[in-house]
């Protein structure tokens, strides 16, 4: 399929309250892993990457946060290239939960959550290098309010379970009180009660006016999104709602699987026939 056969929009400029990539080349290695990507993530919408393994997803999410440096294009932060923002402007505005986010073990969940306020503010990762304030108590405690970690907020880390370990992850990353929060495969070996629950979260923040962008495997999942963007070999596929990207010939040429996609009330269900 051909680029110019493509019915999505190419942001011509970066619009404000918007993390965009523009004309986005990034290399993995020697290999290009992301190629001439445009994309528009906003406040208040919960977008999903999508695409099958070696699409360029991660490697995406991760210049988005400046991790990795592109050979060519650039990333805006709210109109504003994210070069010209300091680390820790950026680590205010932006969130990131990576694939199996690790946590200290020994440590208590609250103190985790609360290292979550850090934002760039932490020397050697350990030490604030500010006064701990009641603004910075309060954003924890709402924090583990809303994703229903304050329950358990007293126990180690060993002692909780997959799911609950990831709402932890969760909650440390809202404690900042992020524009917007980037998660790479957060439903990744959760069972599917804890998964649905994971998406109810992040469903709820959005509501508040975060912006999510999840990297996402699961199909299903990701059609409970406001907008996808479907990768392939590094290139964008297909870009919008869920109903115009999840369709048997985006599917197809994608992943190479025949599917039937259809609506049981307001869900998109996607069935591979292969």
């Known amino acids: 399929m051909r680029r110019e056969e493509l019915n999505f929009p190419v942001p011509a400029t970066a619009p404000p309250d918007t993390l965009a990539a523009i004309n986005l080349h990034v290399q993995a290695g020697t290999f290009p892993a992301v190629r001439g990507v445009d994309a528009v993530f906003g406040v208040g919408r919960f977008s999903a990457v999508i695409g099958p393994n070696g699409a360029g997803k991660s490697t995406l999410l991760r210049a988005l946060l400046g991790l990795n440096s592109p050979e060519s294009g650039a990333v805006y932060l709210f109109g504003r290239p994210l070069g010209s923002w300091s680390r820790p402007e950026r680590s205010q505005a932006l969130?990131?939960?990576?694939?199996?986010?690790?946590?200290?073990?020994?440590?208590?969940?609250?103190?985790?959550?609360?290292?979550?306020?850090?934002?760039?503010?932490?020397?050697?990762?350990?030490?604030?290098?500010?006064?701990?304030?009641?603004?910075?108590?309060?954003?924890?405690?709402?924090?583990?309010?809303?994703?229903?970690?304050?329950?358990?907020?007293?126990?180690?880390?060993?002692?909780?379970?997959?799911?609950?370990?990831?709402?932890?992850?969760?909650?440390?990353?809202?404690?900042?009180?992020?524009?917007?929060?980037?998660?790479?495969?957060?439903?990744?070996?959760?069972?599917?009660?804890?998964?649905?629950?994971?998406?109810?979260?992040?469903?709820?923040?959005?509501?508040?006016?975060?912006?999510?962008?999840?990297?996402?495997?699961?199909l299903n999942l990701a059609a409970r999104a406001d907008w996808l963007l479907l990768l392939h070999a590094g290139q964008v596929l297909a870009a919008g709602p869920p109903d115009e990207v999840l369709t048997p010939r985006n599917l197809l040429a994608a992943y190479g699987v025949h599917a039937r996609v259809v609506r049981d009330a307001d869900r998109l269900l996607v069935i591979p026939e292969d």
Do not use: I
């Open 95 to 218: 969130a990131y939960l990576a694939q199996g986010e690790g946590l200290p073990d020994a440590t208590r969940v609250r103190d985790v959550v609360a290292l979550g306020r850090g934002a760039g503010d932490w020397r050697f990762g350990l030490l604030p290098t500010r006064p701990w304030t009641e603004d910075d108590e309060a954003a924890v405690d709402s924090a583990l309010n809303r994703t229903d970690t304050r329950r358990f907020e007293a126990r180690k880390v060993s002692e909780l379970s997959g799911g609950e370990r990831q709402r932890v992850a969760l909650a440390r990353a809202l404690a900042g009180q992020p524009r917007f929060l980037l998660l790479d495969e957060p439903t990744n070996h959760l069972d599917l009660a804890y998964a649905l629950e994971v998406m109810r979260y992040l469903r709820c923040e959005v509501a508040g006016g975060l912006g999510v962008v999840a990297v996402l495997h699961d």
